[in-house]
Nanobody, 113 residues
């Protein structure tokens, strides 16, 4: 089951965006956000466990916040603040560790300087 990310866009450096990932009700456990910048490998950004414990990559710690809404749609959010040009990437959500067949199309985030 592919998890669909949305909410990307173009923003100036220092700005904010909030990404959303709707997970099917059957997807439980740890959900992660990942990103892939042009010419680079996909990298892990943040994870949230079913009990809402969170972990972040050093590059986004203190600027990004992952959270989840355990209502019927089981949405996981990534609040991105103080964005930098190096945050430009396609952002994806998936389980953690990621399942190869569950990568959706991702959502493009572009941060201009």
């Amino acid at each position: 089951v592919q998890l669909q990310a949305s909410g990307g866009g173009l923003v100036q450096a220092g700005g904010s965006l909030r990404l959303s990932c709707v997970t099917p009700g059957t997807v439980l456990g740890i959900i992660g956000w990942y990103r892939q910048a042009p010419g680079k490998q996909r990298e892990w950004v943040a994870t949230i466990e079913s009990g809402s414990s969170t972990t972040y990559a050093d590059s986004v710690k203190g600027r990004f916040t992952i959270s989840r809404d355990n209502s019927a749609w089981n949405t996981v959010y990534l609040q991105m603040d103080i964005l930098k040009p190096e945050d430009t990437a396609v952002y994806y959500c998936n389980t953690f560790p990621p399942l190869p067949d569950d990568w959706g199309q991702g959502t493009q985030v572009t941060v201009s300087s």
